[in-house]
């Protein structure tokens, strides 16, 4: 519905371009002739042209807005209707959120953590890859081989790497992200009682071709 308000805006935006640069080409005629009339009327409509253009390229935006809106009620749509969530099975909310979270965000890997505060390291709860979930608690991130990660995430910070490589937080995983080949990641934290509980993990893995569909930023 959306959508359509948006098309009708244009298309009245349009008929009334036009109509006023019929109207002014019509006065500016009037008042020096054809000459300076049809140079004024050509002047109107590139001005005309480039507002139509400015109005398409919003529209388009909006549209797309709209649609990953329209994708993401959807997908919490499907969560408050899962039958894991509402009977507080931790495996199966896990492995749907895993799930939800890679398509609506378009990457290829999601993995839970738990922060173990007293042992300063972070703890793999899970793990979803290009379609498979799977429960795995040997994988660990220790704040002696990451230092300037484990002290961003115990501080809080929401970590967004378009390239996962480069960016100062995340490029102690240089063998781990040439391994899985990753090229951009989105760390955020979560909560429980006030406290940080762990992180959500989003990696986005280059294609084939060797160009990222998608990055963070």
């Known amino acids: 519905m959306a959508n359509k308000r948006l098309i009708y805006r244009l298309v009245i935006y349009l008929n009334i371009s036009t109509i006023l640069c019929m109207a002014l080409g019509f006065l500016w005629y009037k008042a020096w002739g054809w000459g300076l009339g049809l140079l004024a009327l050509g002047g109107a409509t590139l001005w005309v042209y480039l ?10 935006l909006k549209i797309a807005r709209a649609q990953r809106l329209e994708n993401y009620t959807h997908q919490l ?22 799930e939800v979270i890679a398509n609506t965000l378009g990457i290829s890997r999601v993995s839970f953590w738990t922060y173990i505060a007293e042992e300063k390291k972070l703890q793999c709860l899970s793990e979803y890859t ?3 979930f799977r ?15 484990l002290q961003a995430i115990q501080q809080e910070k929401i970590i967004a790497a378009a390239n996962a490589k480069l960016h100062p937080l995340t490029k102690e995983f240089g063998d781990y992200f040439q391994q ?10 979560y909560y429980l009682d006030s406290r940080l509980a762990g992180i959500i993990c989003c990696e986005h893995a280059l294609a084939k071709s060797g160009r990222s569909k998608r990055c963070f930023s």
Do not use: M, W
Request: glycine letters at 6%.
């Open 135 to 149: 429960l795995d608690s040997t994988l660990e991130i220790l704040e002696a081989t990451t230092p300037v990660y």
């Open 77 to 98: 749509f499907a969560l408050s209707k899962s039958e894991a969530v509402q009977a507080g099975d931790c495996d199966g909310s896990l492995a749907l959120f895993s």
């Open 130 to 132: 290009q379609g498979e």
């Open 180 to 189: 899985h080949n990753i090229a951009a990641l989105l760390d955020v934290p």
């Open 51 to 60: 507002g139509i253009r400015l109005a398409t390229r919003a529209t388009t």
